[in-house]
């Protein structure tokens, strides 16, 4: 028996857009996460690069349940002593809705350097206009 192993093909690779709008959070990153490992191809390889591009719009409009909004804590640190900084989910949105989207996929994909090659092909937008039309994505609805 031969086990065959999934070889990188650019040409396969699909970009895919995602809207973000009425979208909860933690269940919308883990699709995300799913597409940009290629977990959704049959011949899924654990050490190889097979999935998509994803482009997500409309960060700033996606739901946390329950009291995420005043209760979940983003923190950073800043390398120094007492360097910690920490954020609401709330504040956040208002500020930087991109970083939390991308922290929550983060969170779902490997923490090596095969998880910082696939967050790279994570783009996150704010509004509904991203400048990948000539990709031709296709949108798609989790």
Wanted: net charge positive.
């Amino acid at each position: 028996m031969k086990t065959n192993s999934a070889k990188f093909e650019p040409s396969q690779r699909k970009w895919i857009v995602v809207d973000a709008e009425n979208q909860v959070l933690g269940r919308l990153a883990t699709q995300i996460a799913m597409r940009l490992r290629g977990k959704h191809l049959p011949h899924f390889t654990p050490h190889v690069d097979l999935g998509d591009f994803v482009v997500v719009l409309n960060a700033d409009k996606v739901r946390l349940t329950g009291n995420k909004w005043d209760q979940k804590v983003y923190y950073r640190h800043s390398g120094y002593m007492g360097g910690v900084k920490e954020t609401a989910a709330r504040k956040l949105n208002q500020d930087n809705p991109e970083r939390m989207i991308r922290l929550a996929v983060w969170g779902m994909l490997p923490k090596n350097r095969l998880g910082r090659k696939l967050i790279k092909k994570l783009k996150v937008y704010r509004g509904a206009e991203h400048p990948h039309e000539a990709q031709q994505p296709v949108v798609m609805h989790f």
